[in-house]
């Protein structure tokens, strides 16, 4: 077989790899480990890394559940509003210990809205190449009643998304992992 030259002149050679990737961030688990994913087996110096988290207030969002407490307070409101602040603030502590463990250069967003269609939104905003997201492993059943964010953004998205099944959940549906983790 002869040698073959390289194609210097193919676009390939020449185009910018660098990619925005869009990281939904919610403070739990699956969360942290699809972050853990994301710098394990994607992760290129030169993409541009947002990690996003929605802060959704209930009571605001779904005015339902304000009657159904019994009040209509604005104290109420007030409370879950600063509680949500509190839990973001602690959430953006958290993270940006991650990313300097992790030695990643990432922006860190909060935005307001619905989780799901807040992701898209975002995502399309940042005009990201893809979206990573954690899976909490729910049943078919229970996603039927309660919806998942995972499934929301793989059925919106007009970007790839990468879902980040913890490699717990594997084992346990006796299905085998193609990536090994690095062990920190």
């Not at 207030?57 to 109420?76: E, F, H, N, R, V």
Request: hydrophobic share 40%.
């Amino acid at each position: 077989m002869a040698d073959r030259e390289p194609l210097v002149d193919s676009p390939l050679a020449e185009k910018d790899y660098t990619q925005t990737v869009v990281i939904a961030m919610d403070g739990s688990e699956f969360s942290d480990y699809a972050l853990q994913f994301y710098a394990d087996c994607l992760h290129r110096p030169e993409n541009n890394v947002w990690l996003v988290h929605v802060t959704e207030y209930k009571i605001i969002s779904q005015p339902a559940l304000a009657i159904m407490s019994g009040s209509t307070d604005m104290s109420l409101i007030t409370k879950e509003i600063e509680a949500e602040e509190k839990k973001t603030t602690e959430l953006f502590d958290h993270l940006k210990q991650k990313i300097s463990f992790l030695k990643l250069n990432a922006h860190i967003e909060s935005v307001h809205g619905d989780v799901g269609p807040s992701i898209i939104t975002f995502a399309s905003e940042k005009n990201a190449d893809f979206v990573v997201v954690g899976c909490r492993g729910k049943g078919k059943i229970r996603r039927t009643f309660t919806g998942s964010v995972a499934d929301y953004i793989t059925h919106h998205s007009h970007v790839p998304v990468v879902i980040a099944r913890n490699s717990d959940h594997l084992e346990k549906l006796h299905i085998h992992s193609p990536f090994k983790l690095k062990k920190q």
